[in-house]
């Protein structure tokens, strides 16, 4: 237990200052330990930077015993980040007759210092702590932890029994020590009742569900603990099966390709957009409509006269891999005049509730009791250990229900094939969690935290960029807008607009219709809104019309470069490269970054070796790149990147629609008979793809299973042959196709015979 003591006096030889150190030691004596402040600043960065303070006693005149600014903004700092932590205020029976009543409204307790004494106030405070403490935590995490405590010996799987198993051997014993006995004691099974049961969604863990829906505006919420790719496949297999048609976003993660496998929907396909960095747009609007859905319904071969046209499901990506968030409301007027049941994959956006800055860009958006039977039912998957705190594979399946909507018991039957009866209690407990940190103000603060750190990263980069083409001289840049309207309305550059403005108004970030920065053309007003926290850095070579500049620098070289120093990014394409600033984010986290990109420009500059920068690349391929220095080696890949035309061939091949020659099921059913075969590039011209065919990151389709890999010269091909001969001439710095093998340099693909 550990609480926070802010008063003026508590180091001074004075009566009010032995009657706080009087207090001090009373709380010492009950097992509390005491942080102290002297000055209102102190006390705020304490609140700040340790959340295992679990109570504030805060001198009403602390700094000024006029004004009471100073303890007024501690208290509101504190109520800005936690609402039930118990805040007393030091006065006396005649200053607080004086308190506003906003204030009134936000402390717990007086403290009386010269009127009552040290052992009857810190017999308030240790209530006031205890009751804290006792609904501090979610309901299926409480459980968990108070079941571990019991000591129980157990009968039951797992085998280890709390981990007693593995201390029976050296390398068991190590295991043990490594990850500590709280994991192990609460690594139960289901046989353990009193935590109830995932599958039935029962005792604690069902509560903690209701919980989670409550915290994320759903009508109900699901636990799933192995990824959004899992939750992905649980709602559209309780949702569309053979001989109905499912509307999906052509930018879909894999799990989307397995979903329609698994479920024998028929696909067809929103095509989405691509800009001169090949950063993945939104679906037009205009491919949302009814007449639009109703044509590409009709142009489908795979539309035969045993499906039903109708559609059933429509599965959109928000926000993109690389951060544009849909204007919901948009999304649902649009595509809710041609089917039932919208489906947002939020993998990477599970954070979008919990901040006005992308208020009605999520599917949860306002509040659930508004959601009308009338409206679409709408499902969300998120991804809590990406953007969250939480542990990996752990994620949430939200619901809303409207027309169509899928009820429990039906909607269990799903979830249950994809779930385990034996499932890790930990990712259940930190999705519990995650929803205990995002609820109530705490949500905001931790999102406001993520954004202000995002925004001063992206504007001083966006300042020495600034500065050194100012000078002649280069610098990455970020992808975002080049100017916006300050809080006084003026136009200025990015790196010139106030911080906190940019922090909090959606606008800054709102894409323009023909804005050249985006590079996605004419767009609705407000359809489309980059998010702050997924930032791209640009490295040069690319025009806005898509052509390359007369020199350029591979990010992947730059990738190479900062993984060296220790910094893992998240994507890299040709020119950009992409950061998420998520709620773990820190200052000191994204200042190594900025040195470290003054250093590469530095070196880049100086040609320095390549044996000096990139040592892991030299120890790997020396022969391959011996004597050359860095600035040679972006020079060579650039050349080859212009020579090959790998930029714009990849906004080629994403552009149009493969021909389906048959269902993604229907090739994977002769995928499992064996009735394939694997060829070359050159040997799969026109043949019928038997997997897909998915570079990534971001794992988003190039061909799916059953579609047609096109003419050799074809843009599909072209592609992947670009890719193959880069491949092959800069080993250490291939692509990652999944479906394609490489063999002797050469790329490998399974068709049907």
């Known amino acids: 237990m550990k609480i926070l003591l802010a008063h003026s006096e508590c180091a001074n030889d004075c009566a009010a200052g032995r009657l706080v150190r009087k207090l001090r030691e009373q709380l010492e004596e009950s097992g509390v330990a005491v942080l102290t402040a002297q000055t209102a600043f102190d006390a705020e960065m304490l609140l700040v930077s340790d959340p295992m303070i679990q109570a504030l006693l805060l001198d009403w005149d602390m700094d000024d015993a006029l004004s009471h600014r100073p303890a007024r903004h501690v208290a509101e700092t504190l109520r800005s980040r936690n609402v039930s932590m118990p805040l007393f205020l030091f006065t006396d029976r005649e200053n607080a007759a004086q308190i506003p009543l906003e204030i009134l409204q936000i402390a717990s307790d007086f403290i009386w210092l010269f009127e009552d004494s040290a052992a009857f106030i810190a017999g308030r405070v240790m209530a006031a702590l205890r009751h804290y403490r006792e609904h501090l935590l979610p309901p299926m995490f409480e459980a968990l932890a108070r079941f571990s405590m019991t000591h129980e010996y157990s009968w039951h799987t797992p085998g280890h029994t709390g981990g007693t198993a593995f201390m029976k051997a050296p390398a068991g014993r190590a295991f043990f020590d490594f990850f500590g006995e709280n994991l192990f004691r609460s690594d139960l099974s289901i046989s353990v009742g009193e935590l109830g049961s995932l599958l039935d969604h029962s005792g604690p863990i069902g509560e903690g569900e209701k919980y989670t829906a409550r915290v994320f505006g759903a009508h109900r919420s699901y ?98 891999y690389d951060g544009l968030c849909y204007n919901v409301e948009r999304v649902e007027e649009l595509l809710g005049q041609s089917v039932d049941r919208l489906h947002f994959d939020e993998a990477w956006y599970g954070y979008a509730r919990f901040n006005p800055m992308y208020e009605r860009r999520f599917a949860m958006y306002g509040d659930p009791a508004e959601h009308s039977p009338d409206k679409p039912t709408v499902f969300a998957t998120q991804s809590t250990h990406k953007l969250l705190a939480a542990l990996s594979q752990a994620s949430m399946i939200h619901v809303r229900e409207g027309r169509n909507p899928i009820s429990h018991s039906r909607f269990n039957e799903a979830f249950m094939m994809h779930a385990s009866t034996s499932p890790n209690y930990a990712i259940i407990a930190s999705n519990d969690v995650s929803a205990a940190m995002m609820d109530g103000p705490g949500g905001k603060a931790l999102t406001d935290e993520a954004i202000h750190e995002a925004v ?69 007003e407000n359809y489309c809104m980059l998010d702050p926290i997924k930032v791209s850095i640009t490295t040069p070579g690319v025009r806005r019309d898509g052509g390359l500049e007369e020199w350029g620098i591979p990010a992947s070289v730059l990738t190479a470069y900062l993984d060296g120093d220790g910094i893992v990014v998240e994507k890299t394409a040709d020119f950009s490269i992409l950061f998420l600033f998520s709620i773990g984010v820190t200052k000191g986290k994204w200042g190594t970054l900025i040195n470290t990109l003054l250093r590469f420009k530095s070196d880049y500059d100086a040609n320095a070796p390549l044996d000096r920068v990139l040592p892991s690349l030299m120890e790997a391929w020396g022969e391959r790149y011996a004597g050359m220095g860095l600035r040679d080696l972006c020079a060579e890949m650039f050349e080859a990147m212009k020579s090959l035309r790998t930029t714009s061939l990849l906004g080629e091949a994403f552009s149009l629609l493969p021909r389906a020659d048959m269902s993604p099921s ?37 061909l799916m299973p059953g579609e047609n890999a096109g003419g050799a010269e074809g843009p599909v091909l072209g592609y992947l042959k670009a890719l193959e001969a880069y491949d092959r001439k800069f080993p250490g710095f291939g692509h990652d196709n999944h479906g394609v093998e490489v063999k002797n340099g050469k790329y490998i693909v399974s068709v049907i015979r």
């Open 666 to 702: 229907l090739a994977y059913e002769r995928l499992v008979r064996n009735e394939i075969e694997q060829v070359d590039l050159d040997a799969c011209a026109n043949r019928t793809l038997a997997t897909g065919i998915v570079p990534y990151p971001p794992g988003i389709p190039l």
């Open 223 to 320: 636990h799933v603990t192995n990824g959004s790719s899992t939750s992905n496949r649980v709602i559209m297999m309780a949702s569309v099966t053979r001989g109905q048609v499912a509307l999906c976003d052509r930018n879909a993660h894999k799990s989307i390709e397995h979903a329609i496998t698994m479920s024998g929907a028929v696909p067809v396909y929103m095509l989405t957009t691509r800009n001169h960095y090949g950063i993945i747009g939104p679906i037009p609007p205009e491919n949302m409509t009814r007449e639009a859905i109703a044509r590409s319904i009709a142009e489908n071969p795979l539309v035969t006269g045993d499906v039903d046209p109708a559609p059933v499901h429509a599965i959109v990506t928000n926000s993109t």
């Open 456 to 524: 001063a990263f992206r504007r001083l980069v966006s300042r020495i960029h600034a500065e050194e083409v100012e000078r002649g001289e280069w610098f990455v840049n970020v992808w975002q807008p080049d100017t916006v309207k300050n809080a006084d309305g003026r136009e200025v550059p990015f790196w010139q607009a106030e911080e906190e403005h940019l922090a909090s108004c959606p606008d800054c970030w709102t894409l323009r219709s023909g804005d050249s920065w985006h590079g996605f053309g004419k767009l609705e």
